[in-house]
């Protein structure tokens, strides 16, 4: 079966570091595209950050020079180290597998997502 | 980077009844890079359509996409108490940022 599972998150202080795992099973982290997501309380979904199957990473820039996203090959697992943590970092954090089909015709989308994990970010 | 505002944001209809949810992006998005997604309360995303207008996987007939350029429809054709949920489209258009509508909310009249 495939699937995603989260763990890491909690209460973090401001300033403070946390970082968050992604375990995959059923499929191969370092042969897709993979993405991270959040959702603040009562809001909608933020993407985050990608990083490709070749190995090249992007960020929203509400998180560049604070968050790191990559992988562990070996593990088959997803990470998101997360620096300088705001308030506005709270949100629940979601994995997902995000497919680049390309072919006749190319389909972009985010297939499997994992639970999700909590951050709160308070002192 | 390429802005999708999605419409209404509060939609209240009664199970049976038809769902048109609209998403308008600041900049035309190529039909491949669209997609919509439901949410519950409590539970992560899923994945409705793909591509605009193909339906993922053990999606039910009753969902449908169409649109190109910057307007995009999803619907329901007739409600069933499970649909009732928060949906969100997402374009990657302005890969490899990708951007997410800010939630239609479909619930019950």
């Known amino acids: 079966e495939v699937q995603l599972v989260e763990t890491g998150g909690g209460l973090i202080q401001p300033g403070g570091s946390l970082r968050l795992s992604c375990a995959a099973s059923g499929f191969t982290v370092s042969s897709n595209y993979m993405s991270w997501v959040r959702q603040a309380p009562g809001k909608g979904l933020e993407w985050v950050s990608v990083?490709?199957?070749?190995?090249?990473?992007y960020y929203a820039d509400s998180v560049k020079g604070r968050f790191t996203i990559s992988r562990d090959n070996s593990k088959n697992t997803l990470y998101l180290q997360m620096n300088s943590l705001r308030a506005e970092d709270t949100a629940v954090y979601y994995c997902a597998r995000d497919l680049r089909i390309v072919g006749r015709k190319d389909y972009y989308y985010m297939d499997v997502w994992g639970k999700g994990t909590t951050v709160t970010v308070s002192s | 980077e390429i802005v999708l505002t999605q419409s209404p944001g509060t939609l209240s209809l009664s199970p049976g009844e038809r769902a048109t949810l609209s998403c308008r992006a600041s900049q035309s998005v190529s039909s491949s890079y669209l997609a919509w997604y439901q949410q519950k309360p409590g539970q992560a995303p899923r994945l409705l359509i793909y591509g605009a207008s193909s339906r993922a996987t053990g999606i039910p007939d009753r969902f449908s996409g169409s649109g190109s350029g910057t307007d995009f429809t999803l619907t329901i054709s007739r409600l069933e108490p499970e649909d009732f949920a928060v949906y969100y489209c997402?374009?990657?258009?302005?890969?490899?940022?990708?951007?997410f509508g800010q939630g239609t909310r479909l619930e019950i009249k």
């Open positions: 997402q374009q990657y258009g302005s890969s490899p940022r990708i951007t």
């Open positions: 990083i490709y199957s070749g190995g090249s990473t």
